[in-house]
């Protein structure tokens, strides 16, 4: 059975894009009720990918408002007292400018919380996308980046704080703003960039010869071997003169995978226990 640990949390979310959307579709996986408002084009999120909105707002119940009118203004008002906490992912020059800064939503429902997704902590009205956070970091290579990680790792923390706003709640707490920072996300994630393990030539960034993207007979393969216990074993299958220096070139270990095929190195690392995965 599923645990349910923000059940009767109910969260109205103007949140649009990625992250909100995804911190809201969390609490609802997680027991929460959650309401959506959006603008009267709608989300682009649904414009641009589909089958994304779609599988973020299962179960979520959403209506178009214009917040420019006072018919939406009156129904906004109306969402926000039978509400717990409102998810946002505004600048707040713009939540100023609906009337949603934090002062003025304090003091018109003094027991809503907010949760607020923003660019940046320290210049949230500043313009960004997870494109910009990622090269302020230094993550950046020549191509454009796998992986929207800003977006994705402030969504967690959105979430993260969706269940301290339930705690809060629960121990009676006086509501307040829980401000939530995409690049301050990210730079937590990136911490190990940070510290130059995957940095060029760090240890995970290619100084280990047992940590690395290695060509086989037909395709690449993914070795992770890291551990004294996973070098142990790859050391003994490829047939390499023990002791290793791992932080050394191993051009032997080069030659033994370019000699084997995608799926003989993956049933040899299962008969012996290797982090090897082929590559798609």
Request: hydrophobic share 45%; net charge positive; with cysteine.
């Amino acid at each position: 059975m599923r645990q349910r640990p923000l059940a009767g949390l109910r969260v109205l979310s103007l949140g649009l894009n990625l992250p909100a959307p995804m911190a809201a579709h969390g609490a609802r996986q997680l027991g929460a009720r959650v309401r959506k408002l959006e603008p009267p084009s709608g989300d682009p999120l649904a414009l641009y990918a589909p089958a994304a909105y779609a599988e973020l707002h299962q179960g979520i119940a959403v209506r178009r408002l214009d917040l420019q009118l006072a018919q939406g203004q009156a129904q906004l008002a109306r969402e926000l007292a039978k509400a717990d906490v409102l998810l946002t992912s505004f600048r707040p020059q713009a939540l100023r400018r609906l009337g949603l800064g934090w002062r003025a939503l304090h003091a018109a429902y003094p027991l809503l919380w907010q949760v607020a997704v923003e660019g940046s902590l320290q210049a949230p009205d500043e313009a960004g996308h997870d494109l910009t956070y990622q090269a302020l970091l230094g993550l950046l290579s020549e191509d454009l980046p796998p992986n929207l990680w800003a977006d994705m790792c402030g969504a967690q923390q959105a979430l993260t704080a969706l269940h301290q706003v339930h705690i809060g709640r629960l121990r009676g707490e006086t509501p307040r703003c829980l401000r939530v920072g995409l690049v301050d996300a990210l730079a937590q994630a990136a911490a190990p960039h940070r510290w130059g393990l995957t940095r060029p030539g760090g240890l995970l960034g290619g100084r280990h010869a047992g940590y690395q993207l290695l060509p086989c007979r037909d395709g690449r393969v993914a070795l992770a071997a890291l551990e004294p216990k996973f070098t142990l074993a790859l050391a003994r299958c490829a047939g390499l003169a023990e002791p290793v220096n791992w932080l050394t070139p191993q051009p032997a270990l080069r030659r033994w995978l370019a000699r084997h095929s995608a799926a003989e190195l993956q049933a040899l690392a299962a008969e012996h226990d290797l982090p090897l995965v082929v590559c798609p």
